[in-house]
């Protein structure tokens, strides 16, 4: 199975600042099937990004993926107090499909 | 718009066998490229894909639980049926189930269903 490794596992960061968290898969995820999730506690989680880089429907463009292959990023450009949370990358190219660990987003 | 929604029971015992349903609307399980999963969460843990059931009634398990589930889906009921046996304190977690389509993936959640196992 593909794994996938989100680094670093906590962001502290204040708001207003840019984010980057990173996704390292273990072989190269086909068609960049590669998707972002946004999850507050007590919540499920929120498709942000698919197919690595498109926006879901009602998402802000603040929120930004891009990479291929076995590297990708998802970039929060300027850091809202709503978007302290937890983020999850997930490949949907091949069975079965998995999670990173998840990066933390807090409030530094 | 597309909704679902968990249900079951909170508590179930060692060794019992759990049985979680997802009630879902705004769609259909017969378009092509579409389908539900089953995903869970351990307290403090990341997410795990266990199960998913495509619009042409194809399934497909993790491969560590593969011999505790099964997915099966109920049209005229509009739900998604989850068992898994044997459960074990290990296997306490919230479920969800999500809608997938193939290009987009979990594109819509339920809001999860939180599940214990103790005697």
């Known amino acids: 199975e593909i794994v996938l490794t989100q680094s670093p596992d906590t962001l502290s960061l204040s708001p207003g600042e840019r984010a980057t968290l990173s996704c390292r898969a273990s072989?190269?995820?086909?068609?960049?099937?590669l998707a972002w999730y946004q999850q507050k506690p007590g919540q499920a989680p929120r498709l942000l990004i698919s197919?690595?880089?498109k926006r879901a429907t009602g998402i802000p463009d603040r929120f930004g993926g891009s990479g291929s292959g076995t590297d990708f990023i998802l970039t929060i450009s300027r850091l809202e107090p709503e978007d302290f949370a937890g983020y999850y990358c997930?490949?949907?190219?091949?069975?079965?499909?998995?999670f990173g660990q998840g990066t933390k987003v807090e409030v530094k | 718009q597309i909704t679902l929604r968990e249900s079951g029971p909170t508590l179930v015992k060692p060794t019992q066998t759990l049985t979680l349903t997802c009630t879902f609307s705004?769609?259909?399980?017969?378009?092509?490229?579409?389908?539900v999963g089953w995903i869970r969460q351990s307290p403090g843990k990341a997410l795990e894909c266990l199960a998913l059931?495509?619009?042409?009634?194809?399934?497909r398990y993790s491969p560590s639980l593969q011999s505790r589930l099964t997915i099966a889906r109920d049209l005229s009921r509009n739900q998604v049926v989850l068992t898994m046996t044997n459960m074990d304190p290990m296997d306490a977690a919230t479920y969800f189930c999500?809608?997938?389509?193939?290009?987009?993936?979990?594109?819509?959640w339920g809001q999860g269903a939180l599940v214990t196992v103790s005697s």
């Open positions: 999500a809608h997938f389509d193939w290009v987009l993936s979990f594109d819509h």
């Open positions: 705004g769609f259909s399980l017969t378009s092509h490229g579409m389908g």
């Open positions: 059931i495509y619009w042409d009634n194809d399934t």
């Open positions: 072989q190269s995820v086909g068609s960049n099937y």
């Open positions: 197919s690595a880089s």
């Open positions: 997930q490949q949907y190219a091949k069975l079965p499909w998995t």
